[in-house]
């Protein structure tokens, strides 16, 4: 496979853009709100040039200093974005020359490493790694280097940026490509969508094979046929045909995140474009939108994540990038009424899963796009769209702010995606009237009664989790479901979850002309043919 634009040494194309976009990335400062936060990032950077403030960076440090061996690997890769932003809206020199001391600092080193996400690393967790060990630290500061070199290719002395290759290849890209072309592995686990275990440091393995790409060299050619197999195939296999993430919304995001910008790597590089190419790309992005409760309120939990934490949002950032390779702005609307739950834009900070913040955001952000709801076709987002075979269906009365909401779990078992599965079969979401009901606990709350079920004898399920990171491995499956003018029925059957005799949950919207929507739901349960208490939560 060979790339339209081979990269050529100092002739080095940018990863998210190019010289020819510079013009209108600093064109965007312009606008008052851009300006205000191109403001506040130029602050930030004047203070990790400081050394009298607690943000400075001390390009003066050894390696392992500068990392900092501590948990989540420090804090200085969480500034690089900032940098790399300044220097390429302003052009000032000194941004240029931190960033360059900064990938001196990581790269001229031939001992691995020695950073942890973990406080309690290394451990089991640590080491569910695909590559294991101290690489857990991919997804830190590794993950900046490609970026930084990409910015410097030309700036930087030859011995300089060979070193910064040379530490590439060696502490990332080889590793990853031993990794993705061995066959046996390539067929195991951590190919579906929100697996999550192994999958932190995915952008940061593409982000460093696309840095160092040469379209003469065999495993290059490889790796990047493998990693377009793999995000197509986790796609398919971890997602269904309506676009909802198994896994649940949360760490499914981690890989949105990883595979969006692969996504965008790819087709600059010529290789493919997966925005033509594969529908289930598509859908996976529009069902974001369903995700998304009216007004203020935040994001359906899935059962995985709270409804407004740092990886969901800062990860979300690809939903911009979508927007602009869709020209659809619903996109971009949808995630800014996010941010306002959540303090705006201003409150981006990097993460280990999604580390752009505010560099994503100037990159995607299109401020010329009105504020405000942009009409959504009813053709492309149905009220009540055809739920697929994780069993996650959604009822709404319209998208306004005040406008019902219906969420229902009848299924959410899947073979392969072994984590974080909460006992939810039959749990469901609800807001209407501008106000939010009802919803679910959120990340690490995987047991039944954290959820909107209906318990049995005050216990949990047989097989499910009595811990935060406990698993549920029985789930439902849906009975029926069907969609008509004013009612909207759905049944999912819960036996197999509470190892009863039959357990099924009904819930029916009605939507009659001139009152408001209301939801029934009708619980049908004979536990094990004998007396029982059962116990209706609502969590509000």
Known sequence: MQTSEPIEDHAHPRLFWSESELPGLRAKADHPAMAAFLAKVL??????????HAAFIDNSLNRTDWVGAVPNCGRNWQKLPDLILAAILTDDARWFDTLAAALCILSKNNSPLKAYIFAHAPSTHHDDSLLGGSQRNLSSQCGMVPLML???????AKTDREAACDFLARDIVEPFLDYMLNAEKDAGFGQNLGINLGWWEFYAWVWSLAVIYDPQNERHRRGMEAVIRRIRLGMHLGADDAGIIGEGAGYGTIEMHGWWTAAEILRRMGFCDFWKSDERFLQIMKSRLYYQFPGRHGILDHGDTDRLNG??????????LHSRRTGNPAYQTSWERLMDGAGGPAALQPNLHAPLGALGYWLWYEPQIKRGDVPLDLREWPLA???GQFGLHFVRGGWRDDDLYFAFFTAGRFHGSYIHQHSDAGHFALAALGELFCAGRGYGHTPARYHNVLC???????????????ESWRGGHTLAAAHGEQTNYIAADLAWQWHAVWCQRH??????PGVEPYVIILDHCNHDNDWAFYDWQFQV
Do not use: F
Request: proline share 10%.
């Open 150 to 156: 990409d910015l410097l290719w030309n700036r930087l």
């Open 507 to 512: 819930a029916m919207v009605v939507r009659l």
């Open 43 to 52: 602050e930030r950077c004047e203070q990790y040039l400081n050394p009298a």
């Open 456 to 470: 049995i004898n005050g216990r949990e399920p047989p097989n499910g989790p009595d811990t935060a990171n406990g």
């Open 385 to 387: 769209p055809k739920a």
């Open 311 to 320: 990886w969901y949002l800062n990860g979300l950032l690809v939903m911009l």
